[in-house]
């Protein structure tokens, strides 16, 4: 899908798409260098609709002083994800009086539902700010793979090692390399691996099952090494093809299994292997960045930090009730003992051969040690 068909799709374009007199306009940036042809004509017509858009309405021009941010994320406010992003946004209303807006469009909607394309979009300026998943950016920054790595994160101690050390610094370096500010991290979760069809308690259970996998090529050669058939697809698409019996499985956090109901799609087994997390990160653009005053830049930083680690909290404790809950509901629920997982983590080293160079070797040094000391 091109992104002429984003603002086609995604109803009447944000309020802050229609400042066209504000300085970080998306539909003004210059700031890419190779962007798609159909990202520039989709921002010409856009543009046409935003400057038609304030002359037909006089009332635009009083609320011009107050500015109005996009954020963009996956998952909506009935998911610990969404509600990250709106407890940024009410901070900042609080702290700011209301001078600074940040409003939230969930649902990849800013990208159609294409979230592997949110990161570009952000870049580009068609968004302003996201909290998004590693996952759905590594495409663009491979140092996120990092986090994709099977087993290198055995607990949540693991990830705050990397997250909060050195390694969440060079990622963070790597992400502002490639033109987004990095400003605080939130928590998807631990992804545990569900099916339709049976008990997943050594590799081999996963031996011709077709699991739905999104973001890099990591996923396909994981799940390739552990005999499964990945298939690439977006969240929006995973439901519908879970249901119709299309893919056999999936993997995401248990927050995620929960508040779907992926149960109610079939998925009568899951395995708690917590291969790996993805962490999220808030971020901006670089040009709407630059626009802001120092004032705004550390309101904007401390609200995300306070609301990242508000959302990590919140998620890692609703995690007990989230799993008593599916149990609940009938899932068949497999918890691995320790034989277990190193049969899992021998059958996906060949993951890290292909992936370290990809990633950085020094990265994945960095990280490992990171971890080790965690321990
Ligand atoms: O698509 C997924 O699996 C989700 C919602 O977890 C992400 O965006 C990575």
Not at 57 to 84: C, H, I, K, N
Not at 136 to 153: I, R, T
Not at 175 to 191: C, V
Request: glycine fraction near 6%; include cysteine.
């Amino acid at each position: 899908m091109t992104l002429t068909a984003v603002h086609a799709n995604a109803g009447p374009a944000p309020r802050h798409l229609r400042h066209c007199t504000s300085d970080h306009s998306p539909a003004l940036s210059q700031s890419q260098t190779a962007r798609p042809r159909a990202a520039a004509t989709g921002r010409s017509a856009l543009m046409a609709g935003v400057l038609g858009l304030a002359l037909l309405s006089p009332l635009m021009a009083s609320d011009a002083e107050a500015r109005e941010l996009s954020v963009s994320t996956v998952l909506s406010d009935a998911f610990p994800w969404g509600q990250a992003a709106e407890k940024w946004a009410e901070l900042v209303e609080e702290r700011s009086g209301g001078d600074l807006t940040l409003r939230v469009y969930p649902n990849a909607q800013l990208v159609a539902g294409d979230q592997t394309k949110e990161f570009s979009a952000m870049r580009q300026g068609l968004i302003d700010l996201a909290v998004g998943s590693t996952i759905n950016w590594s495409p663009q920054v491979p140092e996120l793979n990092l986090f994709s790595l099977p087993f290198l994160m055995p607990d949540h101690a693991a990830i705050d090692a990397l997250t909060q050390g050195e390694s969440g610094k060079q990622v963070f370096a790597a992400i502002e390399s490639k033109g987004i500010k990095p400003l605080a991290w939130g928590e998807n979760g631990f992804r545990e691996v569900s099916n339709s069809s049976k008990s997943i308690t050594s590799p081999d259970d996963l031996k011709g099952l077709k699991i739905r996998v999104v973001g890099s090529p990591l996923f396909q050669d994981t799940f390739t090494a552990l005999g499964a058939n990945p298939t690439q697809m977006s969240w929006a698409d995973a439901k519908p093809a879970l249901t119709t019996g299309a893919v056999d499985g999936q993997e995401n956090p248990l927050s995620v299994f929960d508040v779907a109901r992926i149960d109610q799609v079939g998925q009568s087994h899951l395995t708690l292997w917590h291969y790996m997390a993805d962490p999220l990160i808030f971020a901006a653009n670089q040009r709407v960045w630059k626009s802001l005053s120092e004032q705004e830049r550390t309101l904007l930083t401390e609200t995300a930090r306070e609301a990242g680690a508000w959302e990590i909290a919140m998620s890692r404790e609703g995690n007990a009730q989230r799993l008593a809950d599916i149990e609940a509901r009938g899932v068949n629920v497999v918890k691995l003992d320790e034989d277990a997982m190193q049969a899992f983590r021998d059958a996906t080293q060949s993951v890290y051969e292909s992936w370290t160079p990809k990633i950085g070797e020094a990265l994945v040094e960095t990280a490992r040690a990171e971890v080790e000391a965690s321990r």
